[in-house]
């Protein structure tokens, strides 16, 4: 399971749309997302870049850390 930290999560709307972009990445499954740690957790399967992941992130208006 792949981890990333998320700067600007501040309440659970901010967790349910990190874990709606990260979901709907072909390749991606078993989204968690922790807004006291601010750390998304996923599996992605080898055609999944880190790149990918950190698009999705910023395309929704937050930035990885």
């Known amino acids: 399971m792949a981890t990333i930290k998320i ?3 501040k309440c ?3 967790v349910s749309s990190v874990t709606k972009a990260l979901a709907s990445i072909k390749g991606v499954s078993d989204v ?3 807004l006291e740690t601010s750390v998304a ?3 992605a399967d ?3 870049s880190s ?3 950190k698009e999705a992130i ?4 937050f930035e990885p850390a």
């Open 7 to 9: 700067n600007g999560m």
């Open 12 to 14: 659970q709307h901010c």
């Open 32 to 34: 968690s997302v922790n």
């Open 41 to 43: 957790s996923y599996t």
């Open 46 to 48: 080898a055609s999944v």
């Open 51 to 53: 790149d990918k992941i």
């Open 58 to 61: 910023r395309k929704i208006g």
